[in-house]
């Protein structure tokens, strides 16, 4: 059996968005959401939640009513029904890499005595993910997750496609992206297909996680649609995720989780 969990990393520090973990979608804050979502994939006691905010933390206790805990850094610890592992201020800042925090949470659990197959990283600013897209990942990480395991979600590229592209030779002169140069002239629906990751699911072997790696060379890939690929970088798609009509979004866990 495949020894798993799963970590939602929220820090309270945002360049594009101000407290963007704590910002709310259809009355949830992101961090809320995703955990929320981590209950269709494993057991409440394998989420983990990452963080160095007292603020995100007392956000998830009220909403999920627990009352008993501790913020003991560099840990990982109860909380309520999940875990929770209270970063340092090295593991926080904005040079911090989520693999760096990946490995801490795995060598604490080392230490715990809680084997460790692979990790699935949900992250807060994906927040939306459909009970079908859940069961899928739950379903594979039982069947197919092992120590070498490489997963990403990613959606296709249309509009903003590399044979579309330019690099900045100097200030008024372009250069055109390399490897598409057969596809310049070619109509939209004409063009290769082109994915980019979306942040909306990643799961890491063991083997990666040591090596400090989010994905492999080769990962295996979980495609999205949207509007189940938004992935909150910057206002314009905080914009985008609040006006997603309800109707859209029937079945998100989080519409029925109340």
């Given at each position: 059996?495949?020894?798993?969990?799963?970590?939602?990393?929220?820090?309270?520090?945002?360049?594009?968005?101000k407290?963007?973990?704590?910002?709310?979608i259809?009355?949830?804050?992101?961090?809320v959401?995703?955990?929320?979502h981590?209950t269709t994939i494993?057991?409440?006691?394998?989420?983990?939640?990452s963080?160095?905010?007292?603020?995100?933390?007392?956000?998830?206790a009220?909403?999920?009513?627990?009352?008993?805990?501790?913020?003991?850094?560099?840990?990982?610890s109860?909380?309520?029904?999940?875990?929770?592992?209270?970063?340092d201020?090295?593991?926080s800042?904005?040079?911090?890499?989520i693999?760096?925090?990946?490995l801490?949470?795995?060598?604490?659990?080392?230490e715990?005595?809680?084997?460790?197959?692979?990790?699935?990283?949900?992250?807060?600013?994906?927040?939306?993910?459909?009970?079908?897209?859940?069961?899928?990942?739950?379903?594979?990480?039982?069947?197919?997750?092992?120590?070498?395991?490489?997963?990403?979600?990613?959606?296709?590229?249309?509009?903003?496609?590399?044979?579309?592209m330019?690099?900045?030779?100097?200030?008024?002169?372009l250069?055109?992206?390399?490897g598409?140069?057969?596809?310049?002239?070619?109509?939209?629906?004409?063009?290769?297909?082109?994915?980019?990751?979306?942040?909306?699911?990643?799961?890491?072997?063991?083997?990666?996680?040591?090596?400090?790696?989010?994905?492999?060379?080769?990962?295996?890939?979980?495609?999205?649609?949207?509007p189940?690929?938004?992935?909150?970088?910057?206002?314009?798609?905080?914009?985008?995720?609040?006006n997603?009509?309800?109707?859209?979004?029937?079945?998100?866990?989080?519409e029925?989780?109340?």
């Amino acid at each position: 059996m495949v020894s798993s969990f799963v970590v939602i990393p929220a820090r309270g520090g945002s360049k594009g968005i101000k407290n963007k973990n704590l910002i709310r979608i259809k009355e949830k804050s992101l961090t809320v959401r995703s955990i929320v979502h981590a209950t269709t994939i494993t057991e409440k006691k394998n989420i983990i939640l990452s963080t160095d905010s007292k603020e995100i933390v007392e956000n998830i206790a009220e909403f999920f009513g627990i009352t008993n805990y501790k913020f003991i850094t560099n840990q990982i610890s109860e909380f309520g029904p999940f875990k929770i592992h209270f970063r340092d201020g090295d593991l926080s800042s904005d040079e911090a890499l989520i693999t760096e925090v990946l490995l801490s949470v795995r060598n604490l659990l080392l230490e715990m005595a809680f084997p460790i197959d692979l990790l699935c990283l949900l992250q807060p600013t994906t927040p939306f993910r459909s009970h079908e897209e859940l069961l899928q990942i739950k379903e594979f990480i039982g069947s197919n997750g092992d120590r070498s395991t490489s997963l990403v979600s990613v959606c296709l590229v249309e509009d903003m496609h590399p044979a579309r592209m330019y690099t900045e030779l100097n200030v008024s002169t372009l250069e055109e992206l390399k490897g598409f140069s057969e596809y310049r002239a070619c109509r939209r629906q004409d063009l290769p297909e082109v994915f980019i990751r979306d942040g909306g699911f990643y799961i890491i072997g063991n083997e990666l996680i040591t090596e400090k790696l989010q994905y492999s060379k080769q990962p295996m890939s979980f495609k999205r649609k949207f509007p189940w690929s938004i992935n909150i970088d910057g206002p314009a798609d905080l914009l985008i995720a609040q006006n997603i009509q309800e109707n859209e979004l029937s079945n998100d866990p989080n519409e029925r989780f109340k």
